[in-house]
């Protein structure tokens, strides 16, 4: 019996309408790409134009939008998929143009952050705004033939069958575009596998769409660049530094800005000013009484930090860096070759999960210059939560050090306040303010040293020495784009601790936003989210017909599993890491979890649906209120097992009711395409965890399947 045969027959009470395996193949088919091109989108957008990397989610949302909106149509509209080509080579030009064009949203509040500089951004104003409202609602309508095809095939099934078929193809795109991550394969064959299954339905103007299809990869492939490397994070491009005609080392660019670099920092290599102050940076924590034999470097990186623990003679050195692509670039391009010593042990893992994970204690952990370039600004998305600057990461550091051990924290500040948070932050953990090193405007950053043994430095031939540099708060935004914590001419040393403020909110595991000044969402996105969701409301109501109407119990599930699924996603990023990996299982193990539900309410008819909601309002509420702190401390079995329960669970019963009511519905395309724009308002309403914390999705989350039970109640009493 074939495998497809085998599936259908999962579904067999529920499956008979007048479909056919060809159907059954198209469905998944359609659906597992829909789901890819939304995985494309997600990457390759913010990447190319960085306006949208700090509204990364507002690409998901229109994905959403657009599939709802096909869906929806379906019975009104045919064939709209022979124009999918035409309008992702439409996309695809306006990005090749734009690609370059540093862009900047004009309002900024005091608490904004935009890393990396205000100067060389193109002041756009209100344009900027129009631009990104365009990108939305481009990216919208790219998705509507994908959400009018499935709505067609959907259609030819009776609806728990459809929606399985559904969830199995998404399952299967997830799969593949994680397999491509771990290969690190670049644009080019995603497009190029997508455009590939795009063909099967567009036949009969299969020679048009093969010159489109042509087209968009030349452009894809130009845009690439021979010097260009794909991680499961980032766009990485690779150029050479030269100082005085010698070649120093390497810079690694990532999402079209400057990363990190791989320099020569070896004494008798080069008398240089830039290398000696870089020099002075990495080698700062080495020049204690008591020399680091145990060395922990986080965000280990090309191997600056390696290479200085090397230099210092330490004996053993555990690197971790998230990103399995850069630690290669740095064992192939570094020039001390830091990753070849025997004494040097990678780990490629989340900084956070391997603090939990390791059971070893160290002289001296390094957090070299460690944050994450996916966020760039106070205006990211939701999803791309930091872990790493919070009062539960430092107080895992604070266990994996030995007695009289040091921690030693490397980090390119911008902002005063950025400052306070990070000497906040180790002075509330460790009991002790920390020594801040101020480095010059070669070094480009600022070391925070806490620990015991701190009283004495020595690092070549020069000692320790007082310098308040008189920094005070100043506007972020101020004509010119300066900062509030400068990097000065040949002007290095250790800073007054008295220029720092007592008073600074800091980051917690419920609110892990280090470039946020303060919990509030900030004027940016309060104005585009409006703007979007105006242009939202528009389109469907134009779009449409009253005879599919919004459904409001279908609407409101949509809201509410986005919140929970959000919050399911960050919670274990921060049991098990936040790599490419564990996302990937973990939306796997969500689709898995759905086709599992879609199963029970299948072969189970009776199902009163009032009481799935009691257990659903239950769990929530039990999420809500618990800590996560006492599962940290177990081991990594039982965080297994009981996160996978408590998370599991809620999300079950969440999949059961919409299973039950997609059985009962006549109308597939009015119901699912509900849905789906329902998830486009838990999208928007994920932002609030910015000023009021993470666990709030869950209140937000109740709020929906509330509103989703009385509308559940109104349908059946009309």
């Not at 070391?447 to 008189?470: Q, Y």
């Not at 009981?642 to 009711?657: G, M, T, V």
Request: aromatic share 14%; net charge positive; hydrophobic share 50%.
């Amino acid at each position: 019996m074939p495998w497809h045969s085998k599936v259908k027959m999962l579904f067999a009470p529920s499956i008979a309408k007048a479909s056919s395996n060809k159907d059954f193949l198209e469905l998944l088919l359609i659906s597992f790409l829909s789901l890819f091109f939304e995985m494309i989108c997600i990457r390759w957008l913010p990447t190319n134009i960085r306006m949208l990397a700090y509204f990364t989610n507002f690409v998901l949302i229109s994905c959403f939008l657009g599939l709802g909106i096909g869906v929806a149509v379906s019975t009104k509209l045919k064939n709209t998929i022979l124009h999918f080509q035409k309008l992702l080579l439409g996309l695809v030009i306006g990005v090749s143009l734009l690609r370059n064009q540093r862009i900047l949203l004009p309002f900024s509040d005091k608490g904004d952050f935009i890393w990396n500089g205000l100067s060389s951004f193109i002041q756009a104003g209100v344009a900027s705004y129009l631009l990104l409202l365009a990108f939305f609602l481009i990216n919208t309508v790219l998705f509507i033939p994908l959400g009018q095809v499935i709505g067609e095939k959907m259609s030819r099934f009776k609806p728990i069958a459809a929606y399985s078929i559904n969830i199995l193809g998404s399952i299967l795109g997830i799969i593949a575009f994680s397999l491509m991550s771990f290969l690190s394969l670049p644009p080019i064959y995603w497009f190029g596998v997508g455009l590939l299954g795009i063909l099967w339905f567009t036949k009969d103007r299969l020679r048009s769409n093969l010159i489109y299809m042509f087209l968009i990869c030349v452009l894809i492939f130009i845009g690439k660049g021979y010097d260009t490397f794909w991680s499961p994070y980032y766009e990485i491009r690779v150029t050479p530094i030269e100082r005085a005609g010698t070649h120093i080392g390497i810079d690694l660019a990532v999402n079209q800005d400057s990363h990190q670099q791989a320099l020569n920092l070896r004494p008798e290599f080069l008398q240089d000013p830039f290398l000696d102050s870089r020099r002075w940076l990495y080698d700062l924590p080495y020049c204690i009484k008591k020399q680091p034999q145990d060395v922990l470097i986080l965000g280990a990186g090309t191997g600056n930090d390696v290479a200085a623990a090397l230099r210092n003679n330490s004996k053993r050195i555990d690197a971790v860096d998230i990103d399995p692509v850069i630690l290669q670039l740095g064992r192939k391009l570094h020039p001390e070759a830091p990753y070849q010593n025997n004494n040097v042990k990678v780990y490629v893992e989340d900084a956070r999960s391997f603090l939990r994970k390791t059971e070893d204690k160290y002289d001296l952990i390094v957090f070299g210059f460690l944050d994450s370039h996916s966020l760039f600004s106070s205006m990211s998305n939701v999803r791309l939560d930091n872990y790493v600057y919070t009062v539960q990461a430092f107080q895992d550091v604070k266990r994996r050090l030995k007695e009289h051990g040091v921690v030693a924290l490397t980090f390119c500040v911008h902002e005063k306040w950025i400052a306070d948070r990070l000497f906040n932050l180790l002075r509330s953990v460790f009991e002790k303010e920390p020594l801040i090193f101020q480095g010059n405007k070669d070094a480009w950053g600022t070391v925070f040293l806490v620990g015991d043994n701190l009283d004495e430095f020595a690092c070549s031939g020069e000692t320790k020495r007082n310098l308040n540099l008189g920094f005070s708060e100043t506007e972020v935004n101020q004509k010119g784009g300066g900062y509030s914590w400068p990097y000065l001419d040949q002007v290095q040393g250790f800073v007054d601790n008295r220029i720092f403020s007592r008073e600074m909110e800091l980051s917690t595991d419920d609110w892990p936003y280090l470039y946020m000044r303060d919990k509030t969402v900030p004027n940016n996105y309060l104005l585009i989210l409006f703007l979007i969701f105006l242009a939202s409301a528009s389109l469907v109501g134009i779009a449409v017909p009253k005879a599919n109407k919004i459904n409001g119990h279908f609407f409101f599930l949509g809201s509410a599993f986005m919140l929970v699924e959000t919050k399911s996603i960050t919670e274990l990023a921060l049991l098990f890491g936040s790599t490419w990996f564990v996302n990937s299982v973990v939306i796997t193990a969500i689709l898995v979890m759905i086709l599992l539900a879609n199963l029970y309410a299948a072969k189970f008819s009776k199902i009163r649906i009032e009481v799935y909601y009691v257990f659903l309002f239950g769990m929530l509420a039990l999420n809500y209120f618990m800590s996560w702190q006492g599962i940290l401390k177990q081991g990594f079995l039982s965080q297994v097992l009981f996160s996978s329960f408590i998370i599991s669970i809620p999300l079950f019963f969440a999949a059961i009711i919409f299973a039950n009511s997609f059985k009962q519905t006549e109308n597939i395309p009015s119901a699912f395409g509900s849905n789906l724009i329902g998830a486009v308002l838990g999208g928007l309403f994920e932002y609030s965890a910015l000023a009021n914390g993470l666990k709030s999705l869950y209140l937000l989350a109740l709020v929906m399947y509330f509103l989703s039970f009385v509308f559940l109640k109104i349908g059946r009493e009309s």
